[in-house]
T-cell receptor
């Protein structure tokens, strides 16, 4: 099993450009998440999904959109990139039992630089 | 609301010395607590978690953590550090019997010197 994979690994954007980050998992997990990691800030939740066709806002959703059209994929979109969105983006998934204590499995990350 | 505080953004130890990384949490209901590790240029992986069973939790690579409700703490320890333990460590909390998202601390970078 590949686990959680993310595409691309690295990207440079100019301010105002758009892009989509793709997350895929092959563990048949119900829940998926997008985080951003910034130095000294830990991981902050952007959006998450508790099932195909559902999405919800996390702690820092502004400037991002997401879609979960297929259970195994979770897309993160930046419609108009800003330098403040320079970050490392991590996708994660979990089984989805509907209770706390679930382990989240993380992808390797996407480094995004917005100039 | 849930939150996590990790004391010390950087901790330095010598190889063979005790590792102690501190985590305090705030939660209005009984929490679930996690420690994740991130090696350079990699994603996070679970070290261990507390889910209301035994208060002393053992994880991978010789790490363990003790849940202390009275102190609202979940400190991570390892008796003898290895060079390979150098990484960033994150404490995280989720709360309640129903589903809730994870809230991460800001992380502690563990530096191990020979």
């Amino acid at each position: 099993n590949a686990g959680v994979t993310q595409t691309p690994k690295f990207r440079v954007l100019k301010t105002g450009q758009s892009m989509t980050l793709l997350c895929a998992q092959d563990m048949n997990h119900e829940y998926m998440y997008w985080y951003r990691q910034d130095p000294g800030m830990g991981l902050r939740l952007i959006h998450y999904s508790v099932g195909e066709g559902t999405t919800a806002k996390g702690e820092v959703p502004d400037g991002y959109n997401v879609s979960r059209l297929k259970k195994q994929n979770f897309l993160l979109g930046l419609e108009s990139a800003a330098p403040s969105q320079t970050s490392v983006y991590f996708c994660a998934s979990s089984y989805g039992l509907g209770r706390g204590g679930e382990t989240q499995y993380f992808g390797p990350g996407t480094r995004l630089l917005v100039l | 609301a849930q939150s996590v505080t990790q004391l010390g953004s950087h901790v330095s130890v010598s190889e063979g010395a005790l590792v102690l990384l501190r985590c305090n949490y705030s939660s209005s209901v009984p929490p679930y607590l996690f420690w994740y590790v991130q090696y350079p240029n990699q994603g996070l992986q679970l070290l261990l978690k507390y889910t209301s069973a035994a208060t002393l939790v053992k994880g991978i690579n010789g790490f363990e953590a003790e849940f202390k409700k009275s102190e609202t703490s979940f400190h991570l320890t390892k008796p003898s550090a290895h060079m390979s333990d150098a990484a960033e460590y994150f404490c995280a909390v989720s709360e309640g019997s129903g589903y809730s998202t994870l809230t991460f601390g800001k992380g502690t970078m563990l530096l191990v010197s020979p």
